[in-house]
């Protein structure tokens, strides 16, 4: 009995050995499978931006890193609802967005992941960082007066409340108030000056109106030359293109068109941002955070600025010649996230003040 017990254990263990080295086996052809896989180096950025720099420095990036940046365009409301509906699913590692509202946008709605790095921090002012480190400014642009040069002259400007003066009665140019940018405009006169205050200055630019708002920023600096009316706000940027333009009819009007920096001995200059987030559960945040690295870094900032006219984040790269030929300005010292807090407010005012 006792040695049928004996030869009964030591079949078990040569049972059990076998199984050992049969596991192994597998186990390290798993392994061998896995390493001959090849790995998939990619970030996937959903953007609001439609400019040909861009393209160009994604294309810098996968050269310099190898790793793929797979582009998904649209408006910035329409991917912050794809994002939300993909939910755990969205392939979507970065969200780029032409203005700091909708970056507040997709941080309230839960959208982005907080990212620390000490490379972004040496990079960007922490003014055009968010608190929480859940976005993070690429671009700057200022939000400037263009004016007929021989119907006014500079001394005649000052600040954006003096448009709703009456000499600029049927004079004043102004995109629509469905334009993101004149939302953030109106959320930082209601951040400095109130609600009641930030309504009376929609009005008075509505009593102002040259023509009923239409088309974007170059249409307005484009019916300046009309003689529709003889002052336009658009953003520094738009008018840095016109004077580059490749059609000869939009550097005529921009040459022809004076640059202002309004509330220069008040308030200062309303600026706004480029700016991007890491999206939550992001399947490739390393490669997303290796990107916007990338993106505020001098190479890719002064391409920013050479090539669109706009001011880099980075301080340690400086302006294009046109940009530095405007001179220096003082900007508005609010919260970048103030923008996107009063954007609904400024909503509601424009729709009460018939701003179209």
Same mark, same amino acid.
């Given at each position: ?153 500079? #001394? %005649?400007?000052?600040?954006?409340? +003096? ?10 140019? &102004?995109?629509? $108030? !469905? ?118 870094? #001098? %190479?890719?900032?002064?391409?920013? +600025? ?10 340690? &790269?400086?302006? $294009? !010649? ?35």
């Amino acid at each position: 009995m006792k040695k049928s017990l004996i030869l009964l254990v030591v079949a078990l263990m040569l049972v059990l050995a076998a199984c050992g080295s049969t596991t192994k086996k597998e186990s390290g052809a798993d392994k061998d499978a896995v390493a001959k896989k090849p790995e998939k180096s990619e970030v996937n950025l959903y953007t609001s931006r439609h400019y040909d720099v861009d393209n160009e420095l994604y294309k810098k990036f996968e050269q310099e890193t190898g790793i793929k940046v797979n582009v998904i365009k649209d408006e910035a409301d329409v991917l912050i609802e794809r994002i939300k509906r993909e939910g755990t699913a969205t392939k979507a590692d970065l969200l780029l967005t032409a203005d700091v509202g909708r970056l507040y946008r997709a941080k309230e709605e839960g959208l982005l992941q907080t990212v620390s790095s000490d490379i972004l921090s040496k990079q960007i002012p922490e003014k055009l960082r968010d608190v929480d480190d859940m976005w993070v400014g690429l671009t700057k642009r200022a939000r400037i007066l263009v004016y007929n040069k021989d119907k006014v002259k500079p #001394e %005649e400007l000052s600040t954006y409340e +003096a448009l709703t003066e009456d000499q600029w009665k049927n004079r004043v140019l &102004v995109r629509s $108030s !469905e334009s993101v940018y004149n939302q953030s405009l109106l959320a930082s006169f209601i951040e400095i000056n109130g609600e009641e205050k930030a309504k009376e200055w929609a009005q008075g630019i509505v009593n102002n109106f040259a023509q009923n708002p239409e088309g974007g920023d170059r249409d307005q600096a484009k019916a300046i030359a009309a003689g529709i009316g003889d002052i336009a706000i658009m953003n520094s940027y738009y008018f840095g293109q016109m004077l580059n333009s490749q059609e000869p009819e939009e550097v005529k009007v921009a040459e022809n068109l004076g640059v202002f920096f309004p509330n220069q001995e008040t308030t200062g200059t309303h600026v706004n941002i480029s700016g991007a987030g890491v999206i939550k559960g992001s399947k490739n945040a390393d490669n997303a955070l290796k990107l916007l690295e990338f993106l505020t870094g #001098e %190479e890719a900032q002064g391409e920013f +600025a050479s090539a669109n006219y706009e001011f880099p984040v980075n301080h340690n &790269v400086a302006p $294009s !010649e046109l940009l530095k030929s405007w001179g220096e300005f003082k900007e508005q010292d609010i919260p970048l996230s103030t923008l996107g807090e009063n954007n609904a407010k400024a909503i509601m005012i424009f729709n009460e003040v018939g701003w179209k």
